[in-house]
C-alpha cells in the first residue's frame, strides 16, 4: 500500500503511514467527521494533537511544516496552541483515501482561517496534497503567496 503521509524532523518516533494505518490508529486521535468540527470540511482525519502526540517532538517550542510535493507548495507555522489543539488532517473520504481533486494524499484544515497573506494561521495554511509533516526548531520551507500578484497566480493554477 502507499504511504500517504510522512512525519520527520525533530521527533523521537518518525512515521510512513498507509490509508491502512491511519484507519488504525487509537480512536483517541481520530476525528471521524471533520465537519462536527470544521463545518465546511468533510472526511476523516486525525488531530494534531495527536499527530504530535504520537511522534513527540523532541523540543518545546517547534516549527510545524507542511509539505506537498504534488505542487511543491510548503507552509511553516510556529507550533501554537490553537494550530494544535484545532488542526486537522483529512486523510478519507467515504471511507476510500482522499482523492487530488479533494486535496490529497491528505489534507490539513484549520477552522476559520485568516484571509491569506494577513496571518500565520490563514487560508494558505491549509495545505492540500500533504504529503509530509516536518517538525523543526527554526521556520521551515514557506512557498505561501507574500503578495496579491503571486496569491492570484495561485489561485489561477488550482481551478
Ligand atoms: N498544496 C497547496 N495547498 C494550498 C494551496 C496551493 O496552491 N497548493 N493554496 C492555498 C490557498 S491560497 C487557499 S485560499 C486554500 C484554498 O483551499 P480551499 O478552497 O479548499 O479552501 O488552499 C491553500 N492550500
Ligand atoms: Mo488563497
Redesign the pocket.
Known amino acids: 500500500m502507499t504511504t500517504l503521509l510522512t512525519i520527520d524532523g525533530l521527533v523521537a518516533s518518525p512515521q510512513a503511514w498507509t490509508l491502512q494505518d491511519l484507519q488504525s490508529l487509537p480512536q483517541e486521535i481520530q476525528a471521524p467527521n471533520v465537519t462536527e468540527k470544521i463545518p465546511d470540511r468533510k472526511g476523516a482525519g486525525l488531530t494534531l494533537q495527536g499527530i504530535l502526540d504520537l511522534v513527540q517532538p523532541t523540543i518545546g517550542d517547534f516549527w510545524i511544516t507542511f509539505h ?1 510535493s ?2 511543491d ?1 510548503a507552509s511553516s507555522i510556529p507550533a501554537d496552541p490553537t494550530v494544535i489543539e484545532t488542526g486537522i488532517v483529512i486523510y478519507a473520504l467515504d471511507g476510500a483515501a482522499l482523492p487530488v481533486e479533494k ?1 490529497g494524499p491528505t489534507r490539513f484544515v484549520i477552522p476559520n482561517p485568516a484571509a ?1 497573506q494577513t496571518e500565520e494561521l490563514d ?2 495554511a ?4 500533504l504529503d509530509r509533516i516536518e517538525i523543526t526548531s527554526e521556520r521551515g520551507r514557506d512557498t505561501r ?1 507574500t503578495n496579491d500578484e503571486e ?1 492570484a497566480a ?2 489561477d ?2 481551478h
Not at 126 to 129: C, E, I, P, S
Open positions: 506537498a504534488h505542487d507548495f486535496g491569506c487560508e494558505c491549509n495545505v492540500k496534497f503567496p496569491h495561485l489561485h493554477d488550482d
